[in-house]
């Protein structure tokens, strides 16, 4: 409980300082270096008689660049509070410091840039962006989920020529243990993925393909195909993946109106196959809305109609980006 109410105070004092803007961080003096984060609750009501309340994220974020390097930090308390009534009942507090993202940057030049450390998977679109006060819905498709590490410990080299061929390319190995695999969705030892992408005026598409050994020694291969159409009033994102043995298919089609400024709807239509563990075979339907009276500040509101239905559920969430 002391590290939640130690990053609390932070943020008390950093929202006080007279030169920080909102969302950006502090700077810290006479170092180009700055200390910012984030922190996300929500609240969801199923069907069933399920109902949970959480604080699931309290992340501690510092970042800064010298010449051609730069560094990012993140350290975050997932599930700092989390409590369960109705069906299921139970309440606990979590005080574990987890490493999400540790990673340096090297710019080699205008078209070649290197990453090591800790870092999202160079995979599809989703899931380059992993804070969640960023994103437009207030949840994520089951694909970012079961399709891939979110997370890799290794190597990227980016190659990106957009002026001439507007083709970007990347290529992530890892030959080691996760930084701290406490903060991953599959706990891995070896994950390599290439990506080559296409960025239109309006359009974007890529293709990746990977490979990822887990800790118990099993191996996987998946491939990704994403898209993402852009517009003033609205933006359209697909993906489509399948990994060996495990996910026949998943996909996600997601559609954000700006219907007015500081006002999105959101609409998304999910369907998967699992076949190993708990079988599963869903199709899932969001309707959401978000208001963001400023733009690090997050206020969310979806139903999820599911085809298990005791699970569909109205959710919503609040996030703040300081």
Avoid at 120 to 135: D, F, K, M, Q, V
Avoid at 156 to 178: F, K, P, R
Wanted: charged share 25%; hydrophobic share 35%; net charge neutral.
């Amino acid at each position: 409980m002391k590290q939640i109410l130690l990053i609390l105070l932070f943020v008390v004092v950093v929202l006080k300082s007279d030169e920080y803007q909102i969302g950006s961080g502090i700077k810290i003096p006479k170092l180009n270096i700055y200390v910012g984060g984030y922190i996300t609750a929500d609240y969801i009501q199923r069907r069933d008689d399920y109902n949970r309340l959480r604080i699931d994220d309290i992340a501690l974020i510092t970042y800064g660049n010298y010449k051609r390097f730069s560094y990012l930090s993140e350290f975050e308390i997932k599930d700092a509070y989390f409590k369960e009534w109705g069906k299921k009942k139970s309440e606990e507090t979590n005080t574990h410091l987890k490493i999400e993202r540790l990673y340096f940057d090297y710019v080699y030049s205008d078209k070649l840039e290197f990453r090591f450390g800790k870092f999202s998977t160079p995979a599809g679109y989703w899931n380059l962006t992993p804070i969640g006060a960023l994103r437009d819905s207030a949840s994520n498709p089951y694909l970012a989920y079961i399709l891939y590490p979110r997370y890799s410990t290794g190597l990227q080299v980016s190659y990106e020529d957009h002026l001439n061929s507007g083709l970007a390319y990347t290529m992530m190995i890892q030959n080691n243990d996760d930084l701290d695999d406490r903060y991953n969705n599959i706990l891995i030892k070896q994950h390599s993925v290439a990506g080559v992408e296409h960025v239109g005026e309006d359009i974007s598409v890529k293709a990746n393909i990977g490979y990822f050994q887990t800790k118990s020694t099993t191996k996987f291969y998946y491939f990704l195909l994403s898209a993402q159409y852009d517009q003033p009033k609205y933006q359209l994102t697909a993906e489509y993946g399948a990994r060996n043995k495990s996910v026949p298919y998943s996909l996600y089609v997601q559609g954000v109106y700006h219907i007015a400024s500081k006002h999105d709807i959101i609409g998304r239509f999910e369907n998967y196959k699992i076949d190993e563990g708990a079988y599963r075979n869903e199709k899932i339907g969001v309707l959401g809305y978000t208001y963001r009276p400023i733009s690090p500040i997050t206020y969310k509101a979806e139903y999820q109609l599911r085809s298990y239905t005791n699970e569909s559920q109205l959710k919503l969430s609040f996030s703040i980006l300081f």
